[in-house]
Protein backbone atom coordinates (compact mmCIF):
# COMPACT_ATOMS: atom_id res chain seq x y z
CA UNK A 1 0.00 0.00 0.00
CA UNK A 2 3.07 2.43 0.69
CA UNK A 3 4.42 1.76 -2.53
CA UNK A 4 1.16 2.36 -4.59
CA UNK A 5 0.74 5.82 -2.28
CA UNK A 6 4.86 7.16 -3.37
CA UNK A 7 4.06 5.74 -6.97
CA UNK A 8 0.97 8.27 -6.71
CA UNK A 9 2.94 10.97 -5.35
CA UNK A 10 5.56 10.84 -7.31
CA UNK A 11 3.10 10.54 -10.76
CA UNK A 12 1.23 13.67 -8.95
CA UNK A 13 5.12 15.56 -8.49
CA UNK A 14 5.76 14.58 -11.74
CA UNK A 15 3.11 16.22 -13.82
CA UNK A 16 2.13 19.22 -11.73
CA UNK A 17 5.98 19.95 -11.89
CA UNK A 18 5.92 19.50 -15.76
CA UNK A 19 2.81 21.67 -15.88
CA UNK A 20 4.37 24.16 -13.71
CA UNK A 21 7.99 24.24 -15.85
CA UNK A 22 5.72 24.42 -19.06
CA UNK A 23 3.41 27.18 -18.14
CA UNK A 24 6.38 29.07 -16.75
CA UNK A 25 8.35 28.72 -20.10
CA UNK A 26 5.30 29.59 -22.08
CA UNK A 27 4.75 32.90 -19.91
CA UNK A 28 8.37 33.76 -20.49
CA UNK A 29 9.03 33.18 -23.88
CA UNK A 30 6.06 32.70 -25.91
CA UNK A 31 6.78 28.75 -26.41
CA UNK A 32 5.29 26.42 -26.22
CA UNK A 33 6.57 22.18 -26.42
CA UNK A 34 8.18 20.85 -28.88
CA UNK A 35 9.69 24.56 -29.76
CA UNK A 36 11.44 24.88 -26.28
CA UNK A 37 12.57 21.29 -26.09
CA UNK A 38 13.80 21.40 -29.54
CA UNK A 39 15.58 24.56 -28.54
CA UNK A 40 17.70 23.34 -25.59
CA UNK A 41 18.40 19.53 -27.40
CA UNK A 42 20.18 21.78 -30.12
CA UNK A 43 21.94 24.18 -27.65
CA UNK A 44 23.29 21.01 -26.28
CA UNK A 45 24.08 19.35 -29.30
CA UNK A 46 24.96 22.38 -30.98
CA UNK A 47 23.98 20.86 -34.91
CA UNK A 48 21.29 18.09 -35.41
CA UNK A 49 19.38 16.79 -38.45
CA UNK A 50 15.59 16.57 -38.79
CA UNK A 51 16.23 12.90 -38.08
CA UNK A 52 17.91 13.06 -34.85
CA UNK A 53 15.50 15.99 -33.40
CA UNK A 54 12.43 13.74 -34.75
CA UNK A 55 14.02 10.56 -32.85
CA UNK A 56 14.96 12.95 -29.95
CA UNK A 57 11.48 14.95 -29.19
CA UNK A 58 10.22 11.19 -30.01
CA UNK A 59 8.20 12.87 -33.18
CA UNK A 60 7.21 11.54 -36.77
CA UNK A 61 9.28 12.79 -39.38
CA UNK A 62 6.53 15.02 -40.64
CA UNK A 63 6.11 16.67 -37.25
CA UNK A 64 9.70 17.27 -36.88
CA UNK A 65 10.16 18.96 -40.37
CA UNK A 66 7.11 21.47 -39.56
CA UNK A 67 9.16 21.99 -36.14
CA UNK A 68 11.82 22.74 -37.83
CA UNK A 69 10.37 25.19 -40.20
CA UNK A 70 8.26 27.03 -37.55
CA UNK A 71 11.73 27.46 -36.08
CA UNK A 72 13.54 28.84 -38.93
CA UNK A 73 10.35 30.89 -39.84
CA UNK A 74 10.63 32.55 -36.25
CA UNK A 75 14.32 32.90 -36.59
CA UNK A 76 15.40 30.38 -33.56
CA UNK A 77 17.35 28.32 -36.09
CA UNK A 78 19.03 28.10 -39.74
CA UNK A 79 18.41 25.04 -41.76
CA UNK A 80 21.51 23.89 -44.11
CA UNK A 81 21.72 21.13 -46.58
CA UNK A 82 23.95 17.94 -44.40
CA UNK A 83 26.23 15.60 -45.85
CA UNK A 84 23.54 14.48 -48.56
CA UNK A 85 20.75 16.18 -49.87
CA UNK A 86 18.26 14.60 -48.14
CA UNK A 87 19.18 15.88 -44.76
CA UNK A 88 18.87 19.17 -43.23
CA UNK A 89 20.95 20.15 -39.85
CA UNK A 90 19.94 22.39 -37.98
CA UNK A 91 21.96 25.09 -35.63
CA UNK A 92 20.89 27.81 -33.68
CA UNK A 93 21.00 31.56 -34.17
CA UNK A 94 21.37 34.32 -32.20
CA UNK A 95 18.20 34.39 -31.46
CA UNK A 96 18.08 31.03 -30.70
CA UNK A 97 20.64 31.04 -28.48
CA UNK A 98 18.65 34.05 -26.75
CA UNK A 99 15.90 31.98 -26.23
CA UNK A 100 17.60 28.82 -24.66
CA UNK A 101 18.37 30.86 -22.15
CA UNK A 102 14.79 32.23 -21.64
CA UNK A 103 13.77 28.79 -21.69
CA UNK A 104 16.15 27.75 -19.11
CA UNK A 105 15.49 30.74 -17.14
CA UNK A 106 12.42 30.26 -16.44
CA UNK A 107 12.39 26.11 -15.83
CA UNK A 108 15.35 26.86 -13.24
CA UNK A 109 12.39 29.56 -11.48
CA UNK A 110 9.53 27.84 -11.94
CA UNK A 111 11.61 24.40 -10.16
CA UNK A 112 13.36 26.84 -7.60
CA UNK A 113 10.03 28.12 -6.54
CA UNK A 114 9.02 24.74 -5.51
CA UNK A 115 12.53 23.26 -3.88
CA UNK A 116 12.63 26.65 -1.69
CA UNK A 117 9.92 24.93 0.41
CA UNK A 118 12.93 22.55 1.41
CA UNK A 119 14.96 22.63 3.94
CA UNK A 120 18.85 22.15 3.07
CA UNK A 121 18.88 18.77 4.61
CA UNK A 122 15.95 17.30 2.32
CA UNK A 123 17.50 19.07 -0.90
CA UNK A 124 20.50 16.70 0.39
CA UNK A 125 18.49 13.72 0.42
CA UNK A 126 16.59 14.51 -2.12
CA UNK A 127 19.76 14.45 -4.56
CA UNK A 128 20.55 11.14 -4.77
CA UNK A 129 17.33 9.32 -4.96
CA UNK A 130 16.70 12.27 -8.19
CA UNK A 131 20.52 10.91 -9.36
CA UNK A 132 19.18 7.37 -8.98
CA UNK A 133 15.72 7.67 -10.33
CA UNK A 134 17.72 9.52 -13.32
CA UNK A 135 19.65 6.74 -14.10
CA UNK A 136 16.81 4.58 -14.07
CA UNK A 137 14.82 6.39 -16.63
CA UNK A 138 18.23 6.87 -19.03
CA UNK A 139 17.83 2.99 -20.04
CA UNK A 140 18.83 3.14 -23.85
CA UNK A 141 20.75 6.13 -25.40
CA UNK A 142 17.40 7.71 -26.38
CA UNK A 143 16.26 8.04 -23.28
CA UNK A 144 19.80 9.05 -21.57
CA UNK A 145 19.42 12.23 -24.31
CA UNK A 146 15.42 12.83 -23.81
CA UNK A 147 15.31 12.51 -19.82
CA UNK A 148 17.71 15.68 -20.08
CA UNK A 149 16.48 17.42 -23.00
CA UNK A 150 15.44 20.81 -21.06
CA UNK A 151 18.37 20.89 -18.16
CA UNK A 152 20.99 23.17 -17.90
CA UNK A 153 23.94 21.68 -18.42
CA UNK A 154 25.90 24.57 -16.90
CA UNK A 155 24.09 24.13 -13.21
CA UNK A 156 24.76 20.57 -13.80
CA UNK A 157 28.05 18.47 -13.40
CA UNK A 158 27.87 16.72 -16.52
CA UNK A 159 30.60 14.25 -14.88
CA UNK A 160 28.34 13.19 -11.82
CA UNK A 161 25.04 13.29 -14.45
CA UNK A 162 23.12 9.81 -14.17
CA UNK A 163 22.08 10.13 -17.31
CA UNK A 164 24.85 12.02 -19.20
CA UNK A 165 27.23 8.72 -17.77
CA UNK A 166 24.52 6.38 -19.09
CA UNK A 167 24.78 8.09 -22.87
CA UNK A 168 28.51 7.49 -22.82
CA UNK A 169 28.01 4.23 -21.38
CA UNK A 170 25.96 3.21 -24.46
CA UNK A 171 28.17 5.49 -26.96
CA UNK A 172 30.94 3.18 -25.45
CA UNK A 173 29.25 -0.07 -26.01
CA UNK A 174 28.09 0.99 -29.24
CA UNK A 175 31.53 1.66 -30.44
CA UNK A 176 32.88 -1.65 -29.02
CA UNK A 177 30.46 -3.79 -30.62
CA UNK A 178 30.56 -2.14 -34.05
Known amino acids: ?26 RETGLHGSI ?12 LTIDALARQLMLVHSS ?21 RRTVVLTLTEAGHDAVQQVLGARGT ?3 DLTRTLTAEQCGQLMPICEQLIGALADDM ?37
Do not use: W
Not at 36 to 47: F, I, P, Y
Not at 71 to 80: D, I, K, S, T
Not at 144 to 173: K, M, Q
Open 110 to 112: AIA
Open 142 to 178: QNAIRVCRLCDEDACDLRRCPSERAYRRFVAERDTTG
Open 64 to 84: AVRLAERMAQEGLVAREPGED
Open 1 to 26: MKKQRLNNLLGALALALNDRVEDAIA
Open 36 to 47: ADALVLLSQAHT
